[in-house]
């Protein structure tokens, strides 16, 4: 009875490497970042416990949803190549990864560009983008939800490219078009309030680039991913590896965000060494750029996290600058 049960497992393909290869390396990915992650959360924990609640509760639940993902992409890759190995069905079932990958990642990524939106309306103090990219997202974390539904009814890996096209590009398409909109936004408006704001230039500068950098990287991902998916139609498992990262590479993105206020800018940090006391008895290293709860630019004085600024007179301008400096 064992050889007649052996004898009804499919055959391994020629192209095997194509249908293991890419979910191992999402797998390794998967688990690269995640440590990447945990370095990220423990310096965030010892530098800002002292952040507001909303925002604490931002990271550390996010880290929760990571950390979820990770275990069940491990339980996918122990029924793929461990308790399945040499099996063809199992190998072809999607077991877990309809729910860890499209699903999870569709909510981290809502979440993370609606942390976004709350930021560019606190710039603006205009609704319009921000309830732009909010729909944006939110068909977004609509289409990967209806991408999980699809692909866990569908039960196979092999029918992503037949079952799942709408959905999937959909929601790939969706997480590019808000990460763009993110980055043009706030690109732009930071842009203004430095040419309006000299003394706050480098702070800025710094700003605008980091924001660059972890939008345009969580974009280039996702477009890899689609671009793979459509390129490649006979070899659906290809976009796994894109896909199986882009959840953890927006926490990633979001807490690194966080910590860059941690990080003195050249400026300030000669002037301290100079002994430049009207910068540096008032220039805080926790927040001097990019921040969770407010990246705060006192125009001429003070570059500040936000939960210090309410203890400062400022003048108005500098305030309206200060606000709009908030994340």
Known sequence: MADSAVSVLPAIPAD???ITG?????ICLNWGLMGVLIVQL?????TFEHDQRPMRFLVYGLFLLDVAQTVMVTADAFHWFVFGFGNMNRLDDTFLNSWDVPFLDAIITTVVQVFYCWRIWVLRKSLVFPIIIFLVSLTQ?????????????GGRLSLISVEEVAQQTTWLVAGVVADILITAVLSYTLLRARSNTLAAKSVIDRIVQITVETNMLTAGVAIIGLGLYLGFPDHPTLVVPPTAIIGKL????????????????????????????????????????HGGREIRVEVLQHVESDHEMHDMAISSDSKQFENSMRV
Do not use: D, E
């Open 141 to 153: 974390c609509g289409a990967g939800i209806a991408t999980a539904v699809r692909a866990f009814q």
């Open 250 to 289: 927006y926490s990633n993105c979001l807490v690194a965000v966080l910590n860059n206020r941690r990080l003195p800018s050249r400026k300030s940090t000669s002037s301290s060494s100079h002994g430049a006391t009207s910068i540096g008895s008032q220039f805080r290293l926790p927040s001097t750029s």
């Open 16 to 18: 095997i490497a194509f």
């Open 22 to 26: 890419p979910a191992m390396v999402g």
């Open 42 to 46: 423990y310096f965030y924990h010892l």
